[in-house]
């Protein structure tokens, strides 16, 4: 079985810390799991389709609206980020960021930008921003930005395109935006958040729907265990990860409802 968590490997540092923590999994549960990078532009959806996923990350926006032939994958934990701010909950938000040194100081500066996202069935990415912004276009005739910059597919691009001036705003997950400033700071300081949407479910661990339920067992009781363990304290350091709780999927239905408030208002897409 694979491996993964390109969501959140910042960089090649954490993504090492992804690694030891996998491996760590995979030998307490006494499962085969082979890390893979799975990097850009390579879509994560092929990745969640695989018939051979043992434990990954995955957006809770694709995971809630699944129509794929292929059966949807089985949440086997869900993280808890370990900053004060995710209040020792298994949430998350989308921050929405500008450059430093813009003139934009407020989500009322943000009409006319050009704002960026990464792909549309992301929640942080994509579909928080819709629902953030719904009443806002709604109250300008269903438009509030001058264009509209993406698919930029990951986070790192939404960075790059804001600090680069190419886009003028755009929506960063709380999580990933958190281990920005921590293990890049310098990249962090050169850019400035104007809002936050609403927090929802954060991005589930999953396996493959078709996993045998012994080795599926063993994996959640691995996830739930690494809390105590110490030689992963500094794993769990890295990753500004507190600990894996039970994944509960009526969670998830949180996000088709907000979905649908935005198509209420008439604001179907960004723009």
Request: glycine share 6%; net charge neutral; with cysteine.
């Amino acid at each position: 079985m694979i491996a993964n968590a390109r969501m959140y490997a910042l960089n090649d540092s954490v993504g090492a810390a992804w690694r030891r923590l996998f491996e760590w999994v995979a030998a307490d549960a006494e499962v085969s799991l082979d890390v893979i990078a799975h990097p850009p532009p390579h879509p994560l959806g092929d990745l969640w389709r695989r018939d051979d996923l043992g434990c990954a990350l995955m957006c809770g926006f694709p995971w809630v609206t699944w129509r794929d032939p292929i059966e949807r994958p089985v949440p086997l934990a869900v993280p808890v980020p370990s900053p004060a701010n995710f209040q020792d909950r298994p949430i998350y938000w989308t921050d929405i960021v500008v450059r430093a040194d813009s003139h934009i100081a407020s989500v009322a500066d943000l009409a006319g930008a050009r704002f960026a996202f990464t792909v549309e069935d992301s929640q942080s990415g994509y579909q928080a921003p819709r629902r953030f912004f719904a009443e806002r276009a709604h109250a300008t005739g269903g438009r509030l930005f001058s264009a509209v910059v993406g698919p930029v597919i990951t986070p790192r691009r939404v960075v790059e395109a804001v600090v680069a001036g190419v886009a003028d705003a755009g929506p960063l997950d709380a999580w990933w935006h958190a281990l920005l400033r921590r293990h890049e700071p310098e990249v962090a300081a050169r850019l400035r958040t104007v809002a936050v949407t609403r927090p929802t479910p954060i991005p589930l661990v999953v396996g493959a729907a078709g996993m045998p339920e012994p080795q599926k067992r063993r994996v959640i009781a691995a996830l739930e265990k690494m809390v105590d363990v110490a030689e992963l304290s500094d794993v769990r350091d890295t990753l500004l990860l507190k600990r894996f709780v039970h994944a509960d999927p009526a969670d998830y239905r949180s996000l088709l409802a907000s979905a649908r408030e935005a198509n209420a208002l008439g604001y179907y897409r960004l723009q």
